[in-house]
């Protein structure tokens, strides 16, 4: 494993024990309390998702490598960005931090299958680096789930300390995560970097596009359309529009092997947070734009 595999794991270890630090029973015990939106969400992140990109990648012009490299993007759901995202626009943090927990289970089991079909389907029936079910499940559940447990138990055991953390553990998450995009995006290959040019930027950029805001919106207009309130909506909306691309890069770039295959992630990440973040903050504040509008209409009519 070289220095940038090591600092990718790292990355997504700190994410996971920082999301299972700030968990609390509660939010387990919603799952009895709330199974619609945790469905829906659940639903549209595990499954809509992955048959969407399949299908957009499967008409692209793109290269095999970054078909593959863009659909796995697609199938690594968002962790604690997407919940900072819910809490700065004080959408439901409580269902977006439950999705999360969630789905870090999940992906232990469709990372590895759905990654082989998207391999087998693009890249023939050859298997590309070390991508077999049992490697990915356990590099998955060690540098996932259980960091997550561990930050369970140690909020459980310190709870006061673990309060005191969560800030610097979110600027390290952050430091890191910078430091890995930027080696992979202004490093030679040889230094880890995924040597992608201007040109593959522009040729995936469209695709990328079309993934992110397809995807969060049709999963917010449906979420509405079936009686899930506007807040709940929203927090879906957020947690299908921002992917894992970290994750996506250990899956890509360590356990596949393939510095091509990575190029995708960089480039989903260069807008999704930004793009997601002014998603919510209209979605969230969708009612009152209307509310206000109907008040300056009303305003404008004169009286007869």
């Keep these: 494993m070289n220095t940038i595999d090591i600092l990718i794991s790292s990355a997504l270890g700190l994410i996971m024990f920082g999301i299972g630090s700030s968990l609390k029973f ?26 969407f990109a399949f299908l957009l990648v499967a008409f692209s012009n793109l ?22 995202i819910s809490y700065i626009v004080k959408a439901d943090v409580e269902l977006s931090v439950t999705l999360t927990s969630i ?53 459980e055991k310190f709870n006061n300390l673990s ?12 430091l890191l995560i910078a430091l890995v995009f930027g080696i992979k995006f202004f490093a030679g290959t040889s230094s880890g970097g995924s040597g992608i040019s201007q040109v593959e930027v522009f040729k995936i950029l469209p695709y990328a596009l079309v993934l992110h805001f397809g995807t969060m919106l049709t999963s917010y207009f449906l979420a509405k359309k079936i009686s899930i309130n506007n807040l709940q909506s929203t927090t879906i909306g957020i947690e299908v529009g921002l992917q894992n691309t970290t994750l996506a890069l250990l899956v890509t770039g360590t356990l596949i092997g393939n510095n091509e295959m990575t190029k995708p992630a960089l480039v ?20 009152f734009l209307r509310i206000y509008k109907r008040k300056l209409k009303n305003n404008n009519t004169p009286n007869i």
């Design 26 to 51: 509660k939010h387990f015990k919603s799952l009895f309390k709330r199974t619609k939106p945790i469905i829906t969400g659940l639903s549209f992140q595990m499954i809509f998702l992955p048959i």
């Design 63 to 84: 290269s095999p490598e970054l078909k593959i490299g863009l659909f796995i993007v697609s199938i690594c759901p968002g962790g604690t960005t997407s919940n900072f």
């Design 103 to 155: 789905n870090s289970i999940l992906i232990l089991f469709t990372i590895p299958l759905l990654s082989n079909l998207a391999i087998s389907s693009f890249h023939g029936d050859t298997l590309v680096g070390n991508i077999t079910i049992y490697n990915t499940f356990l590099h998955v559940l060690f540098i996932l789930l259980v960091p997550a447990v561990l930050g369970i138990w140690f909020k």
């Design 163 to 174: 309060l005191k953390i969560q800030r610097p553990l979110k600027i390290l998450n952050t």
């Design 268 to 287: 989903y990440a260069i807008f999704s947070f930004f793009t997601t973040l002014i998603f919510a903050l209209v979605a969230r504040n969708i009612k």
